[in-house]
């Protein structure tokens, strides 16, 4: 079936580095654009970032510009999310999503990772 | 950014109530709009794209409505399942942005 799954939070430090992970499975990969969004607890939606569905292009929140990247592997089916200079309010469940435009709709979610930002 | 504003930000109800949730934009954006229910622990699932088309899969119930600034989903009878979270979200263009989130509880 049609399916994302995220891996790679944790709890990390102020000023350190995290990579997450979104592995696709069950659809055509390279078909789709995919996104992050982010949810710090008990609060809203926060997109996050967005690559093309062949790595070309890309944007991100002004929020993260400068300190996150966004990146797939179309070979393994993956999508990366490269954070640096964390803070703590990058502090969240971070989902990957998909859409089948740039932009538009996320009609699959994963179940999301979180991450921690604590001395 | 595009600013979207949902009311209410909570609201209590009951089985069978027909509810209305708003979602105002603060520049146009067409009819791109989609609408989300997120219920506790879980991720956000699309119930509404394109302000008014159904995703598959979705109950009958709900319906989206409106173009340009103003939206509204729409739950003709509402059912158990259904109290959760709701979010609306404008893909018109970059930074994609969320409304508030309303969140609908039982009477």
């Known amino acids: 079936q049609v399916q994302l799954v995220e891996s790679g939070g944790g709890v990390v430090q102020p000023g350190r580095s995290l990579r997450l992970s979104c592995a696709a499975s069950g659809f055509t990969f390279t078909g789709y654009s995919m996104h992050w969004v982010r949810q710090a607890p008990g609060k809203g939606l926060e997109w996050v970032a967005v690559?093309?569905?062949?790595?070309?292009?890309?944007d991100y929140a002004n929020s993260v510009k400068g300190r996150f990247t966004i990146s797939r592997d179309n070979s393994k089916n993956t999508l990366l999310l490269q954070m640096n200079r964390l803070r703590s309010e990058d502090t969240a469940l971070y989902y990957c999503a998909r859409s089948r435009l740039n932009p538009d709709h996320f009609d699959i979610w994963g179940q999301g990772t979180m991450v921690t930002v604590s001395p | 950014a595009i600013q979207l504003t949902q009311s209410p930000s909570s609201q209590s109800a009951s089985v069978g109530d027909r509810v209305t949730i708003t979602c105002r934009a603060s520049?146009?954006?067409?009819?791109?709009l989609a609408w989300y229910q997120q219920k506790a622990g879980k991720a956000p699932k699309l119930l509404i794209y394109?302000?008014?088309s159904l995703e598959t899969g979705v109950p009958s119930r709900f319906s989206g409505s409106g173009s340009g600034t103003d939206f509204t989903l729409t739950i003709s009878s509402l059912q158990p399942e259904d109290f959760a979270t709701y979010y609306c979200?404008?893909?018109?263009?970059?930074?994609?942005?969320f409304g508030q989130g309303t969140r609908l509880d039982v009477k």
């Open positions: 979200q404008q893909f018109h263009n970059y930074p994609i942005t």
């Open positions: 690559i093309s569905n062949d790595g070309t292009n890309d």
């Open positions: 520049q146009g954006i067409s009819s791109a």
């Open positions: 394109d302000a008014s």
